[in-house]
DNA sequence: TCTGGGGTCCTAGGACCC
DNA sequence: TCTGGGGTCCTAGGACCC
C-alpha cells in the first residue's frame, strides 16, 4: 500500500468559461462575436459570453438595465438540455485520458491523471495541453483548466487565467501561487470563514497554509483543516467518480409573482413544486421517506414543516395528501407569499428490497404504469402537459416556463428579483428570519 | 450582497441509556 | 430533591458550492 509514502498525484480541473452563454454560441455560431446573455426566463443574467461582459454585464443583473448598457445584446433563456450535451461531451474527451473523472457540475470536472504517463506516452502536462486543445476544437468553446497536485490546488490553477487558460502549479510553487490568492478565493472558504480569518490576520491563502495545523484545528472545523492540508500540497479530497445519479435530498422551489395572500394559489404553486420533485424523484428510480415543504412571505421569513412517512413515496398525490391539512396550520391569512419550496429526504433506491417497499408492490406496480404514461407525455408534448387539479392554478401563470415565446403576458410576469447568495433553510415548525 | 434554484457536509447539543 | 461519567443517536442550523 502506498498510503504511508504519498507520491504526488496529478490532478486536473477543468472549467468552461462562460458555459452557458459559449454552448449558446457554440449550437448558433452567427452569435460569435456578440454579447450573449442567458437567463432570459427569470428576468436576470445567469451566464454572459465576454463581449457582454467587457460592456459591465454581471451575473444576476437585471435584464432591464442589460439592454440599457448594451442595446444590441442577444438574451436568450436557459436550456439545459443543450447544457447537458456539451457537458456531457467534455466529461467524455477528458475521459480519453483517464477514466478517473469526477463530474463535479454542468460545466466542470477533475481528473485524476496519475499513473497515465505511461499509458498515453505523454507527460502531465502534455496531457493537459491536448485535452484543452480538444475541448476548444470540438466543441467550439473555450475551458480554462488547472493542473496541480489536489482538487484545492488545481482549482486556483484553473481559476488563475481566465478565459481559456492553462495554469500548471507544481507543488514546489505552490508557495507562489497562494501568496497571490486572497484566503477568500479558496475554494471551500466562504465569506464566513474569510472575514473570520481576516480577523485573525490571515489575509492571503498562503498566511493560512503557513499556520500550524494545531492553530487551524483550535480555530476551525473540519472542513477547514482539510483544506490546509490541501493547501499544503497534501492529497486529501478523493475524486467522486462515476455518473451523479444518487441524491440524498431532492428539492424543488418557485418564486411567483406577484406575491399572493391567495390561499388555494399558494397551494397549487406548492403543489406544483411537489409534482415536479416527484418527477425527478421516478426518473432516479427513488422513493422518499421524509418530506420537508415552506412558505416563504414576502419579508423573506419562512414557515415549514416536515413530516416523516410512514412508507417511501414517489408519487405526488400521497404527499400533497399528508401536506394538506397541515398546509392550514402554516399559511397566515392576510399574509402575502413569495415563494413556496419542497424538499424530499430520507431517499432509497426502487431495487433497494425494504419491508414497507416490499408490502407496496402491487400499488407501485400501478402507479408506476400511469406514471410511466405520464412522463412519457410529458416528454413527448412537453413537461406540463398533465398536471394534477391541486396544481392548476399555477399553471396557468407562464412567469417560468422555459419557453422561448415572448408575449407581453410573458413579460409582465418576469421576476424583478436579483439573485441570492443564501440558501434556503428549512427551519423546523414555525418561524425564522 | 438586498433576495434564484439545487445541492452537500459538518457540528453542537439534547435525549436517552447504562 | 444530592452526586458521576461515558456512549450513541438524532436534529436543527450553519457554511459552502455551482
Known amino acids: 500500500m502506498l498510503t504511508h509514502h504519498s507520491f504526488p498525484r496529478a490532478i486536473l480541473h477543468v472549467d468552461g468559461d462562460c458555459f452557458f452563454a459559449s454552448c449558446e454560441i457554440a449550437k448558433n455560431p452567427a452569435l460569435r462575436g456578440r454579447a450573449v446573455v442567458t437567463g432570459k426566463e427569470r428576468g436576470i443574467a445567469s451566464s454572459m459570453s465576454y463581449e457582454a461582459k467587457a460592456r459591465g454585464v454581471t451575473r444576476a443583473m437585471k435584464l432591464s438595465e442589460i ?40 460545466d466542470e470536472c477533475f481528473a485524476d491523471l496519475t499513473g497515465m504517463r505511461r499509458p498515453n506516452k505523454m507527460s502531465y502536462e502534455q496531457m493537459a495541453i491536448k485535452i484543452k486543445h480538444e475541448l476548444d476544437t470540438e466543441l467550439g468553446m473555450t475551458f480554462s483548466i488547472g493542473l496541480s497536485v489536489n482538487k484545492v490546488t488545481a482549482k486556483i490553477g484553473s481559476k488563475w487565467r481566465k478565459p481559456s487558460g492553462l495554469t500548471i502549479i507544481p507543488g514546489h510553487d505552490l508557495h507562489l501561487y497562494l501568496n497571490r490568492t486572497l484566503i477568500g478565493k479558496i475554494w471551500g472558504i466562504g465569506p464566513q470563514t474569510s472575514s473570520y480569518l481576516n480577523k485573525l490576520g490571515v489575509i492571503t491563502a498562503l ?25 499544503n500540497g497534501r492529497f486529501v479530497y478523493p475524486l467522486v467518480l462515476g455518473e451523479k445519479n444518487d441524491y440524498a435530498s431532492i428539492s424543488k422551489t418557485r418564486t411567483f409573482t406577484p406575491p399572493s395572500k391567495d390561499k388555494s394559489l ?18 432516479h428510480n427513488l422513493f422518499a421517506k421524509e418530506v420537508a415543504i415552506f412558505i416563504k412571505t414576502q419579508e423573506f421569513r419562512y414557515q415549514a414543516l416536515e413530516l416523516k412517512l410512514s412508507q417511501a413515496i414517489s408519487i405526488p398525490q400521497e404527499i400533497l395528501e399528508a401536506v394538506r391539512e397541515k398546509f392550514d396550520s402554516i399559511f397566515k391569512v392576510g399574509t402575502l407569499y413569495r415563494a413556496t419550496g419542497v424538499v424530499l429526504m430520507n431517499l432509497i433506491h426502487s431495487d433497494t428490497r425494504t419491508i414497507d417497499l416490499f408490502n407496496r408492490y402491487e400499488l407501485i406496480d400501478k402507479v408506476k404504469k400511469i406514471y410511466e404514461a405520464v412522463d412519457s407525455l410529458s416528454a413527448r408534448y412537453g413537461k406540463h402537459t398533465i398536471f394534477l387539479g391541486s396544481s392548476f392554478k399555477a399553471m396557468n401563470e407562464p412567469a417560468h416556463k422555459n419557453d422561448r415565446g415572448d408575449s407581453s403576458e410573458r413579460r409582465k410576469n418576469i421576476l424583478k428579483g436579483e439573485s441570492a447568495r443564501k440558501r434556503l433553510g428549512i427551519p423546523y415548525l414555525g418561524e425564522t428570519h
Open 207 to 231: 498566511d493560512f497554509a503557513t499556520k500550524d495545523p494545531d492553530w487551524v484545528k483550535d480555530k476551525l472545523s473540519k472542513p477547514f483543516q482539510e483544506i490546509h492540508q490541501e493547501l
Open 67 to 106: 439592454k440599457r448598457l448594451c442595446p444590441d445584446v442577444i438574451i436568450l433563456p436557459s436550456d439545459y438540455e443543450t447544457y447537458s450535451l456539451y457537458s456531457k461531451r467534455m466529461y467524455e474527451i477528458v475521459r480519453r485520458y483517464t477514466p478517473d473523472i469526477e463530474e463535479y457540475s454542468i
Open 266 to 283: 399558494v397551494f397549487s404553486q406548492l403543489s406544483k413544486n411537489i409534482e415536479n420533485a416527484c418527477i425527478k424523484l421516478r426518473r
